[in-house]
């Protein structure tokens, strides 16, 4: 009986072997830092990485039947692998120091289910890069959004702009855009079902993780909204502050 690895699984295992020696590397460099510090920074390559590229691949200004069913080319294929080892080595992580976080839990494993089911297909090239930019476009906020804060920059203008940022494509993209691109994918005759059922299963972590910001939007400045109604009736700023959240 042959046990011989498929050139796909060598490919997926030097993925991951390359991302787990990136955070060893960035451990050795940084040792002061944490561990989550070195996982961000990480995150923040494959993330910053993953959207240029996937941009660029899908082109999402000119996404047809024809671009849809076009064989999957090995840039898309390439990007596939290197997506597949980001998410094989950050779900490992998140099982050793995050265990608690099922909502990133599951998500990393539904990527990971994803990702192998789209490199089966002979056709989803551009499928999955138009996902994979619409997954990892806030990324990049999200992670120089905590390193900032990480830093001691917490409290600065450039922290509440790429907060405020982040906010806003999270919640436009995820909720709103995200929600279109749904009920449009569902009604397709081009995707198959297994794919609708992928695209199904990051809309729903995706709505979870909306509402996770949602509240924190609220705890956070719920406060700082108040104190700016109370600072505007103070110089007596004329608006229907009541209409305010």
């Given at each position: 009986m042959s046990h011989e690895l498929s050139t796909a699984s060598v490919l997926k295992l030097c993925s991951f072997v390359f991302w787990g020696w990136s955070y060893i590397y960035s451990s050795n460099n940084s040792p002061s830092k944490s561990p989550e510090w070195h996982s961000r920074v990480v995150?923040?390559?494959?993330?910053?990485?993953?959207?240029?590229?996937?941009i660029h691949q899908c082109g999402m200004t000119s996404?047809?039947?024809?671009?849809?069913?076009?064989k999957i080319s090995p840039g898309e294929y390439a990007l596939m692998v290197w997506s597949w080892g980001y998410f094989a080595f950050d779900l490992l992580w998140c099982l050793i120091y995050?265990?608690?976080?099922?909502?990133?839990?599951?998500?990393?494993?539904?990527?990971?289910?994803?990702?192998n089911i789209y490199m089966s297909k002979d056709y989803a090239g551009c499928t999955f890069a138009c996902t994979l930019?619409?997954?990892?476009?806030?990324?990049?906020?999200?992670?120089?959004?905590?390193?900032?804060?990480?830093?001691?920059?917490?409290?600065?203008?450039?922290?509440?702009?790429?907060?405020?940022?982040?906010?806003?494509?999270?919640?436009?993209?995820?909720?709103?855009?995200?929600?279109?691109?749904?009920?449009?994918?569902?009604?397709s005759d081009i995707l198959d079902t297994d794919e609708k059922i992928i695209s199904l299963s990051l809309y729903i972590v995706s709505l979870v993780l909306v509402y996770e910001i949602l509240s924190y939007v609220n705890y956070k400045y719920k406060n700082k909204i108040e104190q700016f109604k109370g600072f505007a009736n103070e110089v007596g700023i004329v608006i229907d502050l009541n209409e305010l959240p």
């Amino acid at each position: 009986m042959s046990h011989e690895l498929s050139t796909a699984s060598v490919l997926k295992l030097c993925s991951f072997v390359f991302w787990g020696w990136s955070y060893i590397y960035s451990s050795n460099n940084s040792p002061s830092k944490s561990p989550e510090w070195h996982s961000r920074v990480v995150t923040l390559v494959h993330g910053s990485v993953a959207t240029i590229v996937g941009i660029h691949q899908c082109g999402m200004t000119s996404v047809d039947r024809c671009r849809l069913t076009m064989k999957i080319s090995p840039g898309e294929y390439a990007l596939m692998v290197w997506s597949w080892g980001y998410f094989a080595f950050d779900l490992l992580w998140c099982l050793i120091y995050s265990s608690d976080n099922y909502v990133i839990l599951l998500h990393h494993l539904v990527a990971l289910i994803a990702v192998n089911i789209y490199m089966s297909k002979d056709y989803a090239g551009c499928t999955f890069a138009c996902t994979l930019v619409l997954m990892e476009i806030t990324n990049p906020f999200l992670q120089t959004r905590w390193l900032l804060r990480y830093e001691g920059y917490g409290q600065t203008i450039l922290f509440y702009l790429v907060e405020i940022i982040y906010f806003v494509m999270f919640l436009t993209i995820r909720a709103g855009f995200c929600t279109y691109l749904m009920f449009e994918m569902l009604n397709s005759d081009i995707l198959d079902t297994d794919e609708k059922i992928i695209s199904l299963s990051l809309y729903i972590v995706s709505l979870v993780l909306v509402y996770e910001i949602l509240s924190y939007v609220n705890y956070k400045y719920k406060n700082k909204i108040e104190q700016f109604k109370g600072f505007a009736n103070e110089v007596g700023i004329v608006i229907d502050l009541n209409e305010l959240p």
